[in-house]
């Protein structure tokens, strides 16, 4: 059975290419991920990172963010994840409604050895998403780069999991692929008992 998603999750169509157009045609349950964080962070890594072994797609599209498709399993249900992740330096404040609206699940991520990206999430990210309505949705927090030395220390980047809505923490390296699964597969889990599924 083909499944079209809901045209205002994609935003505006006439912004959206022929090419894009071919990842609204999936089937069965389809979350849409949106992944924040400042320039650098590492969302992009993240992204490629998880999706390496089960990638399908990634569609560059107009409108400023790259979409990487990918199916998984979760207890014998096959989702699709659409993840979108914004493509080079655009800065949060060109983002609009076109990113946030219809998201199923947030990637929140900062980098462990700037904490000024951590604090972004709450003053740039958190306040852009809650604009958008989609504060409720579930999310993860992601510190990045712990490979490195990390100039933020766990109970902070604890509390601010705490401030974005009692959601789960994890300590990932895109570099060497560290606990970048788990998360994924944790946000998964939570989509699905938040949509009933
Ligand atoms: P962004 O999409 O959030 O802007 P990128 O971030 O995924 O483009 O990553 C930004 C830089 O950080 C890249 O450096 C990338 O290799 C690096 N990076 C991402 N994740 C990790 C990590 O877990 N550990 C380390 N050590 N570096 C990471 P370059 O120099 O390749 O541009
Ligand atoms: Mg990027």
Redesign the pocket.
């Known amino acids: 059975m083909m499944y079209v998603l809901d045209p205002t999750r994609m935003g505006i169509m006439s912004e959206i290419s022929d090419k894009d157009i071919q990842i609204m045609y999936t089937e069965g349950i389809v979350f849409k991920v949106i992944v924040v ?10 992204v490629r990172q998880h999706t390496k072994a089960k990638f399908d797609n990634e569609y560059q599209t107009t409108v400023g963010v790259n979409i990487a498709k990918e199916t998984i399993e979760i207890d014998d249900k096959k989702i699709s994840l659409l993840i979108w ?2 493509a080079g ?1 655009v800065q949060f404040y060109m983002l609009h409604k076109v990113y946030f609206n219809g998201a199923n699940g947030i990637i929140y ?1 900062f980098d462990q050895t700037r904490p000024s990206t951590l604090a972004n999430l709450k003053q740039n990210w958190f306040r852009k998403i809650s604009e958008y309505g989609v504060s409720k949705v579930p999310a993860v927090l992601i510190g ?5 030395k990390p100039k933020v220390i766990k109970p902070t980047a604890q509390t601010m999991a705490k401030t974005l809505g009692e959601i789960p923490y994890y300590e ?5 692929g560290k606990h970048v699964d788990d998360a994924f597969r944790k946000l998964c889990e939570l989509m699905l008992v938040a949509n009933k599924l």
């Not at 990045?144 to 490195?148: A, C, F, R, V």
């Open positions: 964080g400042d320039a650098e962070v590492g969302k992009t890594s993240l992740d914004i330096q991520v990045n780069k712990s490979d490195l990932t390296s895109a570099k060497l």
